[in-house]
């Protein structure tokens, strides 16, 4: 093991294994009387039901990252900012419009000072060029910055756009399906939940769609940001559509904020368009699709315009498929999910055009491009989407210059709240951004 590898992180050492570079050791975890807190994710937990047959107790909460037992023992060095400088990290050509600007300007002010700030932008926005200028800036300074999201599809969509804007930084991208070992660098992408590894090591961290499964519900997530900073390191959110809480932050005024409600291209977002289907999901055991959602389809097949078919539930992907062949004949479609083995090869397949569209559920819901596309959602009333998720879909359409509108329809057996207030949402935004002109 090399120093580095130490910077910044807590490895956990079995206690087996000698002390790396005889260096201290901190305990894993606190035993308080029946209460066990695990020191990665910051979980209280019953004695009694984590103990071992060994006499040691141990965290179920964080397993998927190694397992922590009491007998085991963090190590970890002081972040030294070891990063040879960059005068001019950033390669970037495109350009930024005078309101994105703006924007990029006062995030990159923020950063510099370290502040904890929400960038509330509408999909579509170009936040992460816009982040581009903040953090050249806090590279060129040599500190160490890390980009994480709750999604790994939203880092793994991140990474090549990074690396294309800042060809001479080496960047590390870690996530749980990642084989590459842990690399220092100056510039980190990770999952959120890759953050629980990381103790003081980054000046600033970006947190890109914060409000997303499973940062926001997951006080543990909330914890490993916090901790992944340095005392004084400065948190950057990112987000179109912020949550209760953090707006109640900004309220607070525990939370700066910075607002653009217009897209890059400066046209509206697309509103959603609702139909009403009746008992779609008897239709799809029957093996035949609700008649105004085949049209759509069939219009679009046609026409070879691209788009997304979101259902509310996994179990729904093999009827529909069912329902989608039998009706449709030969069109080369796939349906993917969550823990699909093959789910980042699907995803691509879509991006490379290979597919009329794909089948999807919530997990395409946001941070993910496909240029161009148009989007249905069959069951747009389930109480699977959110208010939040359904903006996010219908922020899918209408994201290049070249296409900047778009269909988002929406099947429904009936009217729900969630979407009245998505509708009543997207409009806002639209206001707001007229203002503008
Ligand atoms: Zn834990």
């Excluded at 023992?73 to 419009?97: A, R, V």
């Excluded at 200028?133 to 599809?153: M, N, Q």
């Excluded at 294309?164 to 870690?174: D, E, G, Q, Y």
Aim: aromatic share 8%; with cysteine.
């Amino acid at each position: 093991m090399q120093k580095e590898q130490l910077y910044g992180r807590r490895v956990l050492i079995n206690q087996a294994q000698p002390a790396p570079f005889g260096l201290v050791g901190e305990k894993t975890m606190v035993i308080r009387g029946s209460v066990v807190i695990c020191r990665r994710c910051n979980a209280r937990l019953k004695k009694t039901d984590v103990a071992l047959p060994d006499g040691s107790c141990y965290c179920p909460v964080c397993l998927n990252l190694g397992r922590v037992t009491s007998h085991d023992y963090f190590y970890h060095l002081e972040e030294p900012n070891h990063f040879s400088p960059l005068p001019d990290p950033c390669s970037w050509q495109g350009q930024l419009s005078p309101l994105q600007e703006v924007v990029a300007r006062e995030v990159a002010r923020g950063m510099a000072e370290h502040h904890h700030r929400l960038l509330w932008a509408v999909t579509g926005a170009g936040k992460t060029e816009m982040i581009f200028l903040a953090l050249t800036e806090a590279l060129k300074r040599g500190e160490r910055v890390a980009i994480a999201s709750p999604r790994v599809d939203v880092c793994l969509e991140l990474y090549p756009r990074l690396q294309a804007a800042f060809k001479k930084v080496p960047i590390a991208l870690l996530h749980g399906k990642n084989p590459q070992p842990y690399q220092y660098r100056q510039l980190t992408i990770c999952t959120t939940h890759q953050l629980l590894r990381f103790y003081h090591a980054f000046d600033n961290l970006v947190i890109d769609e914060v409000d997303a499964f499973p940062f926001a519900s997951d006080p543990g997530l909330h914890f490993a940001a916090s901790q992944a900073i340095k005392e004084d390191g400065g948190l950057l959110y990112l987000t179109a559509t912020p949550s209760k809480e953090l707006l109640e932050r900004v309220r607070q005024k525990k939370l700066k904020v910075s607002y653009l409600p217009q897209r890059f291209h400066g046209h509206p977002l697309p509103q959603i368009q609702t139909v009403l289907v009746g008992r779609w999901r008897k239709k799809l055991n029957k093996g035949v699709l609700p008649r105004q959602t085949k049209t759509w389809l069939v219009t679009r097949i046609k026409r070879h315009q691209e788009f997304l078919l979101f259902v509310p539930h996994v179990v729904d992907l093999v009827p529909i498929a069912r329902a989608l062949k039998n009706e449709l004949g030969a069109v080369k479609f796939m349906t993917v999910h969550a823990s699909d083995p093959d789910r980042l090869d699907k995803v691509q397949a879509m991006r490379d055009h290979q597919l009329a569209f794909l089948v999807t559920t919530t997990i395409l819901e946001r941070g993910v491009t496909f240029p161009g596309i148009d989007v249905g959602v069959l069951g747009a009333d389930s109480e699977i989407f959110s208010t939040a998720a359904l903006v996010q879909i219908a922020g899918r359409v209408g994201r290049s210059l070249e296409r900047p509108g778009g269909a988002v329809t929406f099947w429904i057996q009936e009217n729900s709240r969630r979407i009245e207030e998505a509708r009543r949402q997207i409009a806002e935004m639209n206001r707001r951004a007229r203002k503008l002109k």
